[in-house]
């Protein structure tokens, strides 16, 4: 089928953007209606299309114009008024032999181009937050994560990417809860909640999220946002609060405890130490030195529990480390766990005193003593508790 001139000059003046006949030049030899319509006045054969572009415009239509084909964005200057920014389609014209125009059309893109600079802006915003943030398909598919959820989670991008988000799954919230999680968030609204993780090493971590539905124009959840906050050193501060809660409430046990078992045992020490005095009988004197330690024993612990529970002053004064790994000895291995566990303790000789907050020095080793303790359970083995001077530093080393 064969097309008059009449229907290529129709269709010309009915494109729907601005279009120019150009020379290889970019002399202007033609516009179709559209552009009539927007350059009141404008000379054709006498007026260059590069009057209309900036100079870095002119830079890319110059090498368009070396191309068959090329699509490019700048400004366009209809007036100084007038600016859009605009997407230039250039197309080669071989109508005639040994002459090269070219059809030039321009769509105002100035709407659609703000759009992608806000999603550029929103991107880096989100790629740059020290926030671990996680984008979803609407099949639950991980399809972004920024460098801060790499970091977080112990995982590559490309670890993660086609994964679903149960990958760090620690198993501490149950199916229950992300069943009404996500009602909520499939329901058009966001949910927040905290969460415990576990990074690709095995390490629990805990954030705080909230995942957000991604609407479309039709008002269909296309994916979701999930934005976390780091809180574990808040969770770990929180606990330590909680244990802080309740060595207060033990030393108020064990002052207790110190008062009401203290004079029973003062009474039976005095027994014990009267019958020794008044009895000749072998067996019994034995017997009554073996009962007489077991309550010097039971004193000890007591007094070893109340000077453990006291408040601290945080006074930092000189102080025997070796004195403190006593301590801290003697009130861990009366625990039932340690009935299979040996403590082989080798104390350096003369070691200088330092200055340091005692109570706080005796809970840490206890602090040590207890995972040491607690990773041994059930194993006959052994801890070795070693102290030593290594140049202007005390060392202490504690290994199961």
């Known amino acids: 089928m064969t097309f008059s001139v009449e229907f290529y000059d129709r269709v010309f003046h009915n494109l729907p953007d601005y279009a120019f006949i150009i020379g290889g030049e970019g002399k202007i030899l033609d516009c179709n209606s559209n552009a009539k319509e927007k350059i009141r006045g404008l000379k054709l054969d006498n007026t260059s299309i590069h009057s209309f572009l900036n100079q870095e415009g002119s830079k890319l239509l110059n090498e368009a114009l ?18 859009p920014f605009a997407e230039i389609t250039i197309l080669r014209l071989d109508v005639e032999p040994n002459v090269v125009d070219y059809l030039m059309m321009i769509k105002d893109v100035t709407e659609q181009y703000a759009k992608e600079v806000d999603l550029l802006r929103f991107s880096e915003v989100i790629h740059r937050t020290v926030n671990p943030t996680q984008i979803t398909n609407a099949n639950g598919k991980i399809i972004y994560v920024n460098p801060a959820f790499e970091k977080v989670s112990g995982y590559s991008r490309e670890e993660l990417i086609g994964k679903n988000p149960n990958i760090l799954n620690s198993g501490k919230q149950g199916k229950a809860y992300w069943r009404k999680a996500w009602d909520q968030i499939l329901s058009g609204e966001q949910w927040m909640g905290q969460v415990q993780n576990r990074r690709k090493n095995g390490e629990l971590f805990y954030t705080e999220v909230v995942i957000s539905p991604i609407i479309d124009e039709n008002q269909d959840v296309i994916g979701f946002l ?28 064990a002052a207790g405890i110190a008062h009401e078992v203290g004079n029973p045992l003062t009474s039976i020490s005095s027994l014990v130490q009267l019958i020794q005095r008044t009895t000749k009988d072998e067996f019994v004197g034995d017997k009554l030195e073996l009962v007489k330690n077991q309550v010097n024993r039971i004193n000890k612990i007591i007094r070893e529990l109340v ?92 290994s199961d």
């Open 66 to 83: 070396l191309t068959t084909n090329k699509i490019f964005r700048t400004r366009f200057i209809f007036s100084p008024e007038d600016t």
């Open 226 to 253: 999930g934005a976390h906050r780091d809180i574990t050193d808040q969770k770990l501060l929180e606990q330590q609060l909680v244990r802080s809660q309740k060595m207060e409430t033990f030393g108020t046990l």
């Open 307 to 398: 000077d453990f529970s006291r408040p601290s002053g945080y006074v930092m004064q000189n102080v025997d480390v070796n004195s403190v790994i006593k301590d801290a000895i003697n009130i861990v291995q009366y625990g039932k766990k340690v009935r299979d566990i040996t403590f082989d303790v080798s104390l350096g000789q003369n070691l200088p005193q330092v200055q340091v907050v005692a109570d706080q020095l005796v809970q840490v080793f206890i602090n040590i003593l207890m995972n040491a303790v607690d990773a041994c359970e059930g194993l006959k083995t052994t801890i070795k508790i070693t102290s030593q001077h290594v140049d202007e530093k005390v060392d202490v080393l504690i």
